[in-house]
């Protein structure tokens, strides 16, 4: 790459991903070809010289780019002709309906898109177009007033008000909290540790491992048919979940689907068409309990369940 922004670009954009906790749902190689586009086309404007004026097109692209309607071409190189380019488009046109909500072309893979065939999906690029719509104008506000007092990691931290239940971790047992957008104080000392004598008594340093993303994965794996788990992989100290919308709805009595169900209050002896509803106490009392060890509380925003 001739430009000597598109990495701190890449990192910023990767960065904020990961903020809103939307990392697990865009893949990074999807970011860089997005970030590739704003300096291979940059019409009406220039490549960006610097990261803050490349993180800003970012945000425009996600806030304008019709994923549904347009396919997003990235020629690499140059390598894809113009006859390439048709060709693409009209493929799009014709199959759009079985290509990924996020299409992504370039030379070498100009009818799959590979990167984005399991994220994101419509919902997360919604969601993404929503978020960068509120931190492009944040920024866009902090030029025009020339707000000496604006605090950057604001547009680094996520609203919390969508999800319906917050896992808060213990800090302690984040390795990377150093990486956290709001942590003022790390102490970034290098530890020496003498050599290791296998005597028993010494603690063997474990290297690489995160519990916090064995965590994600493994509430993932028990709960994917009930929820989405969302949090920042670069010190996030909470764990947002949001409950799939037919979760949240009567299910008739089946005894080979009782799943994380149980008997509303208000059924009597008398009823014979029983219909069951999630049990949202016993699924946070589980995220407690596979959470052990890391979790310091659940909480859980009861008034926005209603069954219907």
Known sequence: MLHGSFSSTCRLAKRWIASQLLSDYVPDVAVELIVAQLYLSPFPFTP???????????????????????PF???????????????IHNLFLEKR????????AISYDKSESSFTKENPTYQIIHRLRVLAEA??????????????QFN??????????PYDVI??????????????????????????????TNTGREALPVIGYDPIR????????????????????????CIAVLFKPQILKRKQFKISETKALMVPDDVTVED??????????AIIEDFKIIGRGLVVDVEAKFDRFNFD
């Not at 994600?216 to 028990?222: A, C, F, H, R």
């Open 48 to 70: 960006p010289s610097c990261p803050q004026v490349g993180f800003l097109r970012f945000l425009h692209l996600l806030i304008n780019h019709d994923w549904k309607t347009v």
């Open 272 to 281: 014979k068409n029983i219909k069951l509803i999630p049990n949202i106490r």
């Open 167 to 196: 896992i808060h971790l213990d800090a302690g047992k984040i390795p990377n909290t150093f990486m956290g957008v709001d942590i003022e104080s790390v102490d970034h000392s290098v530890k020496h540790f003498g050599k290791y």
């Open 135 to 148: 931190t492009r104008n944040a920024l866009e506000n902090q030029l025009i007033t020339k707000n000496i």
């Open 73 to 87: 071409i990235v020629n690499l190189g140059e390598d894809l002709k113009k006859e390439e380019i048709a060709e």
């Open 214 to 237: 064995h965590y994600v994965k493994e509430l993932k794996d028990v709960f994917d048919d009930m929820a989405m788990f969302f949090y920042d992989a670069y010190g996030g100290c």
């Open 152 to 161: 950057p990691k604001v547009v680094f931290r996520p609203p919390l008000e």
């Open 97 to 104: 309906h079985f290509l990924p909500p996020m299409f992504i």
